[in-house]
């Protein structure tokens, strides 16, 4: 891409990850920030002031309106497929944060608008650009830990005070707890790892945090060649933690950490010893800043520009949220999650 900013950029959504949007895009010698939208007027002005362009607080004239043929999504879960389908109906090309939605509709909507609209939407789903989980996918496809076996993921963090009363619990506007939340990349990331799965059995739980939506999610996922996924993702993990492991008949790769209070990067492989004993390992750490957002970026606007690359698009996003709504369905199937009243741990708080 040339230094002539040939791509003009819309963004919706001024909140934490509304601004590594705008330093991704800021970065990148394509594309230009032309204006940011949101709801709350002065987050608007805050981050378009911060790059000098245009701060509104309608989305839907935003998008139709705004010289933009890129758009970036990135406000709470209730409003992300209504933004989105109505700029892609629009002829704008999109990159929706993840989960799409609240539900497999509301993603369905999307990935239908895209397809009609005959524009590029992608989901934002960076992880896959972190450079232990990079590693990591590049060693399974390239067979070096032979036939993959299994996945396990853990992801989760312990929220902070008030945690209960902000939007993400609220299933109006989040659409689910943290199956939904954190869960969706490790779902992400298994899918793309071991292919679509066949089947699910899964656990909600409301362990600690008063409100009606799930603080833990435990999910087994098997493909229909016998893989299994096991995950587990928590809002009662009082030190952050990422941990993505994948075994092969070969050996295993670990990712862990994203960095930040996560922990750095660490990308660990390693290969069984035929004759048994230690298996042989080799570790790399990334230590440096999160260039997740920024090479996420790069990829959609070769997307957008026709070229291949990585990340997941539309159809990716959809099939995370039908694996998300078949975890939900498996819980409940299995009995109603435990009651605040009802939790034996609550007085040792």
Known sequence: MSA???????????????????????????????A????????????????????????????????????IVSTTHDALSAVTVAALAAGRHVLCEKPLGRSRDEVAASVA?????????????????HPAIRGLQAAAAAGDLGPLISIRGRYGHGGRPGYDREWRADPAISGGGELLDQGAHL????????????????HTQTAYWDMPVEDNAFALLRTAGGQVASLHVSWTQWKN???????GTDGYAIAAGLGGSYGPE?????????????????????????????LEWDAFVQAVDGTAS????????????????RGYASSAAAG?????EDKPWENNK
């Open 4 to 34: 002539q900013n040939s791509h003009r950029v819309l963004l919706v959504g001024a909140g934490g990850v509304g601004r590594k949007r705008a330093a991704a895009i800021a970065a990148h010698d394509g594309t230009r920030l032309v």
């Open 36 to 71: 940011v939208c949101d709801v709350e007027e002065s987050s608007a002005r805050g981050l378009a002031g911060d790059y000098g362009v245009a701060a509104l607080t309608d989305w839907s004239a935003a998008v139709r309106d705004v010289e933009a043929d890129l758009v």
């Open 113 to 129: 608008a895209s397809a009609a609209a005959g524009t590029v939407l992608r989901a934002g789903y960076n992880h896959r650009f």
């Open 187 to 202: 779902l992400d990331l298994s899918l793309w790892l071991l292919g679509d799965f066949a089947s699910v059995v899964a």
């Open 241 to 247: 933690l990422f941990s993505l492991e994948v075994f």
């Open 266 to 294: 660490r990308l660990t492989i390693g290969h069984r010893r035929p004759e048994g004993g230690a298996p042989v390992e080799r570790s790399q750490v990334f230590d440096g800043q999160d260039t997740s957002w920024d």
């Open 310 to 325: 990585a990340g997941a698009d539309g159809a990716a996003g959809l099939a995370t949220m039908e694996w998300i709504r």
């Open 336 to 340: 109603a999650p435990v009651s605040v």
